[in-house]
C-alpha cells in the first residue's frame, strides 16, 4: 500500500480526498462556468459582442471542444504513466486551463477564440483523467467504500459546476469575457489549494509514474508509443482519403465533427486490442480490459444524451422557455444549475445506498447500474418531449419545470453511472496502464460530447415542431443501450472477476 500522507479524515475518508475534491471542484468550476455560456456566446450577434455563428457551426464547435477535452485525457494518462506522474500531470494541466480561460477573456478574434479552447483542452487532457486515478488509489481495498468515496468526489465536481454556472453565467450577462475571466480565476485557486495540500495530505501517491513502478516489480522492457504513434498516423491518413473520396468534408466544423464520432471510437477499439493482444496482461486481465469497452460504449451513450446539457437543452432554455421568476428573466445557463444541485443533495444518498445494499450482498453490479443510468437518461428526454409540444402552444415558451424534471432524471442517472463508471474503471484497469484506462472513460464522454454537438446543430430555433423527434431519438438511444446492458448484465459480471 501506498503512503497517503496524513491519517485524519474527510468525511470518513483518507484526508487525501479533501485536496483531490478541492481540486477537482475549482477546475470544474471553470469549465462547467465556461461551458454554460459557451454555445450562446457563439451564436450571439457580433454587434452584441459575440461571434454571430449559425447553430450548425457553433453545435459542432461546441462538439469538437468538448470532445477534444476528454479525448485528450488518453495521451494526458500516457504521459502520467509513462513520464511524469499523475501528481505533475495535475498541476501542469491546471496551470494551462487557467492560461486557456484567460485568452478566452480577452476581447478579440475567432483565432484567440479557438486558441484558447484548445490550451484549456490540453490542460484538461491532463488534470481529469489522473485526479481520478489518484482518488481509486487512496482505497486499496476497493468495494463499496472506494465507490462511496468517488460519490463524494462527485459532489466536488458538481459544487463546482453548481457555483461556476451560477457565477460565469451572471458575470457575462454584463459582457461575455467577464465570465470567461471569472473561470480563470477559478482555477487559479484550484491551483494555489493543490499546492499547499497535495504533498501533507497525499503523501507518494501518484508521484512515481505508474508504468515505471510496473516495470521494476514485474522486471519488464520499458513501453513504447510506436503503437499509439502509428495509430495516430493511419487515423490522418484515413480522414485524408475520406476527404479527397467525398465521404465526409473536413471543410467544415460540421464535417469534422461527424468524421470524429465515428473515428474515435474506432481508435479507441484498436488501441484496446492492442493491449488485449500485446500489452503484457494476465487473461483475467484482458477479460477486464474488454468489460472497460463495453462500459466506454454504455458511457458513450449516456453522454450523447446528458451533455445535451450545454448545447440542445440550453439552446430549448434560451428560445423556448419561459425563464420569468418573480419578474426577473434568469439566465438560461442557470438552469443547467439544477444538474449540479441535485447531484450534492443525490450523492450523500447514493453512496450510503451503495454501502447498505453491499451489506446486505444485495448490491447491484455495475453493469446493472450502467443499464439503470441509460434509462433514466431516455425517460429524462422523454420529459424534453412534451415540453417541445407544450413550447409549439404556449405563447411564453415552455415551463421551466420540464427542464427541471429533466435534470432530475438525468441527475440520477449520472449518479447511477458516473460515479460506478469512475470506481470500476480504477479496479479493472491493469496497473501499468491505470491513467490510459481512465483516459479511455473519459474518451466515451469525448464520443457522447461530439455528438450532443450534433445534435445541436439539428436545433432550428425558428421551428420548435421538429423538436419532439429530435429529443424522441435520444429516448430511443438511452433506453434501448440500458435494456441491452441490463440484458448483458450477467455476463459482464462474470467477466470483470473479483472486482466488485
Not at 259 to 272: N, R
Request: net charge neutral.
Amino acid at each position: 500500500m501506498e503512503n497517503s500522507g496524513s491519517q485524519s479524515t474527510f468525511f470518513g475518508h483518507p484526508r487525501g480526498l479533501a485536496t483531490l475534491f478541492f481540486t477537482e471542484m475549482w477546475e470544474r468550476f471553470s469549465y462547467y462556468g465556461m461551458r454554460a455560456i459557451l454555445i450562446l456566446f457563439m451564436t450571439t450577434e457580433a454587434a452584441q459582442q459575440g461571434l454571430g455563428m449559425d447553430n450548425v457551426e457553433a453545435g459542432a464547435i461546441y462538439g469538437l471542444y468538448t470532445a477534444a477535452v476528454y479525448l485528450l485525457t488518453l495521451p494526458g494518462g500516457w504521459i502520467a504513466d509513462n513520464v511524469i506522474g499523475q501528481r505533475k500531470a495535475i498541476w501542469y494541466g491546471g496551470i494551462l486551463i487557467m492560461i486557456g480561460h484567460a485568452l478566452l477573456a480577452i476581447p478579440g478574434n475567432k483565432g484567440i477564440f479557438i486558441a484558447g479552447l484548445a490550451f484549456v483542452a490540453t490542460g484538461t487532457g491532463f488534470l481529469k483523467p489522473n485526479i481520478s486515478s489518484i482518488v481509486g488509489d487512496l482505497y486499496p481495498e476497493g468495494g463499496a467504500r472506494r465507490d462511496a468515496g468517488f460519490s463524494v468526489f462527485y459532489m466536488g465536481i458538481n459544487l463546482g459546476s453548481f457555483l461556476g454556472q451560477t457565477l460565469v453565467s451572471l458575470f457575462a450577462t454584463w459582457n461575455w469575457h467577464y465570465g470567461f475571466g471569472l473561470a480563470a480565476i477559478g482555477m487559479l485557486f484550484g491551483l494555489i489549494q493543490y499546492r499547499l495540500t497535495a504533498d501533507k495530505h497525499l503523501g507518494s501517491i501518484g508521484i512515481q509514474a505508474k508504468a515505471k513502478e510496473d516495470r521494476i516489480e514485474k522486471n519488464k522492457a520499458k513501453t513504447s508509443p510506436v503503437f499509439a504513434i502509428a495509430t495516430l498516423i493511419g487515423s490522418i491518413a484515413l480522414l485524408l482519403i475520406a476527404q479527397f473520396a467525398g465521404w465526409v468534408d473536413l471543410t467544415s466544423a460540421e464535417g469534422v465533427a461527424l468524421s470524429m464520432a465515428y473515428i474515435i471510437p474506432g481508435i479507441t477499439f484498436i488501441y484496446l486490442l492492442y493491449i488485449i493482444v500485446a500489452g503484457d496482461i494476465t487473461v483475467p486481465e484482458k477479460k477486464q480490459v474488454f468489460v472497460i469497452f463495453v462500459l466506454f460504449l454504455g458511457a458513450a451513450c449516456f453522454w450523447a444524451g446528458f451533455e445535451q446539457a450545454g448545447s440542445t437543452l440550453n439552446l430549448f432554455a434560451n428560445d423556448y422557455t419561459d425563464r420569468i421568476l418573480l419578474g426577473y428573466e434568469i439566465p438560461p445557463g442557470w438552469l443547467q444549475n439544477f444538474n449540479p444541485f441535485f447531484i450534492i443533495i443525490l450523492a450523500p444518498i447514493f453512496g450510503a445506498l451503495w454501502i447498505k445494499l453491499a451489506a446486505k450482498n444485495l448490491n447491484p453490479s455495475t453493469p446493472l447500474k450502467f443499464g439503470f443510468g441509460l434509462v433514466l437518461m431516455g425517460l429524462g428526454f422523454l420529459v424534453m418531449v412534451f415540453a417541445a409540444k407544450a413550447a409549439a402552444v404556449a405563447s411564453g415558451g415552455a415551463s421551466m419545470t420540464f427542464l427541471i424534471l429533466t435534470y432530475f432524471l438525468h441527475s440520477s442517472g449520472e449518479l447511477t453511472l458516473s460515479p460506478v463508471g469512475l470506481s470500476a474503471t480504477t479496479k479493472l484497469a491493469p496497473k501499468a496502464y491505470s491513467g490510459q484506462m481512465m483516459g479511455i472513460w473519459f474518451v466515451a464522454t469525448s464520443v457522447g460530447n461530439l455528438i450532443a454537438g450534433l445534435y445541436a446543430g439539428g436545433f432550428d430555433s425558428e421551428d420548435v415542431t421538429q423538436l419532439p423527434d429530435l429529443f424522441m431519438s435520444v429516448v430511443w438511444l438511452g433506453v434501448g443501450a440500458g435494456l441491452t446492458f441490463i440484458v448483458i448484465s450477467g455476463l459482464l459480471r462474470k467477466w470483470m472477476g473479483n472486482v466488485h
